[in-house]
């Protein structure tokens, strides 16, 4: 039988999700979005999670993308959201609002863990590295496909600065880079986190993956294979579905 779990991804801007086929990743739904309220308190975000679920009729165990640190369920960094998220249990929240069984985790977390089950990474068992350029760099570590959570290496100290605002693609924008120009400096990064981590497969993602054909030919590696992202903006919606099921299978 066909599993299917409602998926959804907070983000800066907006609030996206949608049911999530288990078996290839695939939405059965259409993908809902609702603006991030403002500001984004964890009632007001509970209440977006609550319209989305609403629109899609949906009842049973849902996934959520959180924009920061999560643990056990925790909130312990507000990124995008507001700071009154911190130390508050967000899966007990979410669970309470919506009346339905919700599992929360790190945003860039659940965007790898689509990639890892169902695209780029699919079948992978080394070490491989997720990196989301956006606004931030969300990152993300497996070896032997086990997720090692809350990874921050977007927030490594690289040219004594955030490596993020060194290199992200909002740096691309607000420096007004071309795209060859960026993209030596995400070389420069990607050689310093292989460096340090030595992975098998970096994995590239966030939302200017979908540009790929205009800078993808200017980047390079050392040893590990670079890949593009496949799964875009469904991602996180698709990675916090499986992760959900996981975790409510091994709860029951």
Known sequence: MAQHILGIDIGGTGIKGGVVDLADGSLVTDRFRVDTPRPATPQAVAAAVRAISAHHSYEGTMGVAYPGIIRNG?????????????????????????????????DGDAAAVGEMQFGAAAGEAGTVLFLGFGTGIASALFREAI???NMEFGHLEFKGMDAEHYCAASARKREGLSYEEWA??????????????????????????KKWERFGHFLHTEHAQLRQAELLNNAGIAGAAHWAHRAATAGA
């Open 184 to 209: 030596g400096r995400v070389n420069e990064y990607l050689a310093h986190v292989e460096m340090l981590l030595s992975p098998d497969v970096i994995i590239f993602g966030g939302g200017v993956s």
């Open 147 to 149: 997720l090692v959570p």
């Open 74 to 106: 925790i909130a312990l960094l507000a990124a995008n959201v507001d700071a009154s998220f911190l130390g508050v249990d967000v899966d007990a929240l979410f669970t309470e609002v919506t009346g339905q069984d919700v599992h929360v985790m790190n």
